[in-house]
C-alpha cells in the first residue's frame, strides 16, 4: 500500500468507528463490541476495547436516578435557603422598625426640651 494511502485509509476507519458509535446506543458492553467489530476491529481487540471503556466510564457516569436524587437535593437546599432569607428579612425589617422608634422618640425629646423661639 502505498504511504498517502495508509494514512487515509487509517483516517476513514477512525472516521467509520466513530460514525458508527455514534449510531449504536452505548447502553452496554456488547453493543460497543459489535460496533467495533463491524468497523473490521478484530472481535478480541474489539472486546477489549469494549472493557476498556466502559471500566473507565463506570464511576463517572451519573444515571438519571442519581440526577434525580441531586435534583430533590437542590430543592431541600433551596426551601432551606428561602426560609432562611424569609427569617433573615423578618429580623432586618424588626430591627430597622425599631430604629425608626428610637430615632423617633429622640428627635420628640430633642424637640421638647429644645428652648422656643420668639
Known amino acids: 500500500m502505498h504511504p498517502d494511502t495508509a494514512g487515509t485509509a487509517s483516517a476513514f476507519r477512525r472516521f467509520a468507528i466513530a460514525e458508527r458509535l455514534a ?3 452505548l447502553t452496554d458492553r456488547l453493543s460497543l463490541t459489535n460496533a467495533l467489530a463491524d468497523a473490521n476491529i478484530d ?3 474489539a472486546e477489549r ?3 476498556e471503556i466502559f471500566d473507565a466510564i463506570h ?5 438519571k436516578q442519581d440526577l434525580e436524587l441531586v435534583r430533590a437535593d437542590l430543592v431541600r437546599v433551596e426551601q432551606r435557603l428561602n426560609a432562611r432569607i424569609d427569617l433573615v428579612q423578618h429580623q432586618l425589617m424588626t430591627r430597622l422598625g425599631g430604629l425608626m422608634v428610637v430615632l423617633a422618640g429622640l428627635l420628640f425629646a430633642a424637640l421638647h426640651y429644645w428652648p422656643p423661639h420668639g
Open 23 to 25: 449510531e449504536a446506543p
Open 59 to 63: 464511576d463517572n457516569v451519573a444515571t
Open 49 to 51: 476495547i469494549a472493557t
Open 43 to 45: 472481535r478480541q481487540k
